[in-house]
């Protein structure tokens, strides 16, 4: 029996992973994952952008992550995979396990850096633990909380997985404890840690983006880093924020973004009226700007 179920659980995988058809893989994932799914709660997955991770099964974003060999935000992963060059420093500001800080360091080499904050207890230890498993070296992990001031926050989350829905505002329906994390800002604490200066700015932070941007301008200011922003708006406006603040901003530092529409990049110059989740800044006046955006593509419009 155990023998026709590991059978069944790999034709699922390669149906996920390699059809070449997509339509209907969604409702074939849900009718079979839990039968299919392995006994143990602790993984490793192989992943199709070429690290290894460990994953908890009990979490349905790890396990569909497990099944389909690739993380949900597939598009923009392979955006990071286009402009993201050896050398490069990458941030990952809300790092969780480490998808983003795990796919960088495939793409920057030794030679290149990246640097992970995440404060979320359980979601820390297994990012360190996908650190090791994929025996980098040029992930710079901390435990930190980034936000517009110097102190310490209340952070909700769920009790027993890495919670990606962990935030500095209000506990959902799964985020059932509270622990106390150290919060920074960005501007201040790569000064105190000597970081190397940004490139690239991933941003996941359930809320916080606002107060990141705001204790970051001599970042955005010198550095001009590319950035990727989780901007869901009943988030946002759980945490007392919208795009609009978030686009006031960055406009001010002369950044324009970009939204996936149909697997496609699309400029735009009004953000609240996209319903993209992960918006894309870059600044049309840096001319290694427009040469990524060139690369993605980001269409302009017509």
Same mark, same amino acid.
């Given at each position: 029996?155990?023998?026709?179920?590991? $059978?069944?659980? +790999?034709?699922?995988?390669?149906?996920?992973?390699?059809? %070449?058809?997509?339509?209907?893989?969604?409702?074939?994932?849900?009718?079979?994952?839990? $039968?299919?799914? !392995?006994?143990?709660?602790?993984?490793?997955?192989?992943?199709?952008?070429?690290?290894?991770?460990?994953?908890?099964? &009990?979490?349905?974003?790890?396990?569909?992550?497990?099944?389909?060999?690739?993380?949900?935000? #597939?598009?923009?992963?392979?955006?990071?995979?286009?402009?993201?060059?050896?050398?490069?420093?990458?941030?990952?500001?809300?790092?969780?396990?480490?998808?983003?800080?795990?796919?960088?360091?495939?793409?920057?080499?030794?030679?290149?850096?990246?640097?992970?904050?995440? %404060?979320? =207890?359980?979601? @820390?230890?297994?990012?360190?633990?996908?650190?090791?498993? =994929?025996?980098? /070296?040029?992930?710079?992990?901390? +435990?930190?909380?980034?936000?517009?001031?110097?102190?310490?926050?209340?952070?909700?989350?769920?009790? &027993?997985?890495?919670?990606?829905?962990? =935030?500095?505002?209000?506990?959902?329906?799964?985020?059932?404890?509270?622990?106390? $994390?150290?919060?920074?800002?960005?501007? +201040?604490?790569?000064? /105190?840690?000597?970081? !190397?200066?940004?490139?690239?700015?991933?941003?996941?932070?359930?809320?916080?983006?606002?107060?990141?941007?705001?204790?970051?301008?001599?970042?955005?200011?010198?550095?001009?880093?590319?950035?990727?922003?989780?901007?869901?708006?009943?988030?946002?406006?759980?945490?007392?924020?919208?795009?609009?603040?978030?686009? /006031?901003?960055?406009?001010? @530092?002369?950044?324009?973004?970009?939204?996936?529409?149909?697997?496609?990049?699309?400029?735009?110059?009004?953000?609240?009226?996209?319903?993209?989740?992960?918006?894309?800044?870059?600044? !049309?006046?840096?001319?290694? &700007? #427009?040469?990524?955006?060139?690369?993605? !593509?980001? #269409?302009? %419009?017509?």
């Amino acid at each position: 029996m155990e023998y026709l179920k590991t $059978c069944g659980r +790999k034709l699922l995988q390669w149906y996920l992973r390699d059809f %070449p058809l997509r339509n209907g893989k969604g409702a074939f994932y849900e009718r079979f994952q839990e $039968c299919l799914a !392995p006994a143990e709660r602790y993984v490793i997955a192989e992943l199709s952008a070429g690290f290894r991770m460990k994953l908890d099964l &009990h979490d349905p974003a790890h396990r569909k992550t497990f099944f389909f060999g690739s993380y949900d935000e #597939r598009h923009e992963i392979e955006m990071v995979k286009r402009v993201l060059e050896e050398r490069e420093v990458f941030w990952d500001v809300g790092a969780n396990i480490g998808v983003y800080s795990l796919l960088a360091a495939t793409l920057v080499k030794n030679n290149g850096r990246i640097v992970a904050f995440e %404060p979320a =207890n359980i979601a @820390y230890e297994m990012l360190l633990e996908n650190i090791a498993l =994929n025996h980098f /070296d040029n992930i710079l992990p901390f +435990k930190v909380a980034v936000a517009d001031a110097e102190g310490e926050a209340v952070l909700f989350a769920a009790a &027993h997985i890495a919670d990606g829905g962990a =935030n500095l505002f209000s506990p959902g329906t799964e985020q059932t404890i509270t622990q106390t $994390c150290r919060t920074v800002t960005l501007d +201040k604490f790569s000064q /105190d840690q000597q970081l !190397p200066s940004p490139d690239f700015i991933k941003m996941d932070i359930e809320g916080a983006e606002l107060a990141v941007l705001r204790g970051a301008e001599l970042i955005l200011t010198r550095d001009q880093p590319l950035l990727l922003i989780e901007m869901k708006d009943a988030v946002l406006k759980a945490a007392g924020t919208d795009k609009s603040l978030i686009q /006031d901003i960055l406009v001010k @530092y002369g950044y324009v973004p970009a939204f996936l529409h149909r697997r496609k990049w699309y400029q735009t110059d009004d953000v609240t009226r996209v319903k993209s989740r992960n918006i894309f800044w870059f600044k !049309p006046s840096l001319s290694r &700007h #427009r040469e990524k955006a060139a690369r993605i !593509p980001v #269409r302009t %419009p017509s």
